[in-house]
């Protein structure tokens, strides 16, 4: 396997928990958006593979920063990024970032606390928005409040397939200590079902990752440009419904992802928030538009 393309997973930017790029932007930065998720997902593939031994994995996660950086045209998502970078005059930083998480991804199983799992999100998770703000020409000023929903959305992933991790990687993202304070076993996590303890760990983080939403709560109203206020409006609905799901269900063994009607729903109580509107004249506008 030369490239990092030769390990794809398959899946898209359509098999996330949250929308990404959506058609709730503007047209003319959804190709930048798409870039940067393709870059991130092929490099994800890469820290995720199973068989590759984590030497040929660093060798690939090089290589797109070399191609990324313009060292080099192996690897096709970092050459679609980098002329997607050069198109709107953007540094390269944010996608650096991330490669510093996927180098992290080969390298460390294990976290040992709350603050040392934000730190792995600075470079996992925050990056994406502070990406999308500076697609859109936002503040700075407002990275704070997209960190925290970024972080939020990160640890909401950890905690659904904290069981997958375990069993396909032996990655573990929850805390060690909040795991020792629960009184739980690492070898719970590949139990078809959480034991008593697990959960209680499992519930107290999603509580810990709800405060994360709540600093986040005043992100959406600040950003200037009306779509993207309201796509984050919705990301931020959904990111809580699946929090309050967390809080009471075991990931071991019942499901934490929403379908499709759930999704939808949830994107629409969001994107009400959003325009300030009740759901009900959502839908009826939708219905409306479709007529």
């Known amino acids: 396997m030369s490239t990092a393309s030769d390990v794809r997973s398959g899946k898209g930017h359509r098999d996330e928990n949250f929308p990404v790029a959506s058609r709730l932007l503007a047209k003319r930065h959804r190709p930048a958006i798409l870039a940067f998720y393709r870059f991130a997902r092929v490099a994800d593939d890469v820290a995720d593979h199973?068989?590759?031994?984590?030497?040929?994995?660093?060798?690939?996660?090089?290589?797109?920063?070399?191609?990324?950086?313009?060292?080099?045209?192996?690897?096709?998502?970092?050459?679609?990024?980098?002329?997607?970078?050069?198109?709107?005059?953007?540094?390269?930083?944010?996608?650096?970032?991330?490669?510093?998480?996927?180098?992290?991804?080969?390298?460390?199983?294990?976290?040992?606390?709350?603050?040392?799992?934000?730190?792995?999100?600075?470079?996992?998770a925050m990056p994406v928005g502070r990406f999308v703000l500076d697609v859109h020409d936002e503040r700075e000023e407002i990275w704070p409040a997209s960190d925290a929903l970024c972080a939020a959305l990160q640890i909401i992933n950890h905690l659904q397939d904290c069981g997958r991790d375990y069993r396909s990687l032996d990655r573990v993202y929850l805390p060690l200590d909040a795991l020792a304070e629960a009184g739980a076993e690492l070898e719970a996590l590949g139990e078809p079902k959480a034991s008593r303890a697990l959960l209680d760990c499992l519930q107290g983080l999603a509580r810990k990752t709800a405060t994360l939403l709540d600093q986040s709560a005043f992100f959406a109203p600040s950003i200037r440009d009306f779509r993207l206020r309201v796509e984050v409006a919705a990301i931020q609905q959904l990111a809580r419904g699946l929090t309050v799901w967390l809080m009471k269900r075991d990931p071991l063994s019942e499901r934490v992802h929403f379908g499709r009607a759930e999704f939808i729903g949830n994107v629409v109580i969001g994107i009400a928030r959003g325009l300030g509107k009740r759901p009900a004249a959502v839908f009826s506008g939708r219905a409306r538009e479709t007529a």
Do not use: M
């Open 50 to 124: 199973p068989t590759l031994e984590p030497d040929e994995k660093l060798a690939l996660l090089d290589n797109l920063e070399a191609t990324l950086l313009g060292r080099s045209d192996a690897e096709n998502e970092a050459v679609g990024l980098r002329a997607a970078l050069a198109q709107r005059c953007l540094p390269p930083r944010h996608a650096l970032d991330l490669l510093t998480a996927f180098r992290l991804d080969v390298t460390k199983r294990r976290y040992g606390d709350w603050a040392e799992l934000l730190s792995y999100c600075r470079y996992s």
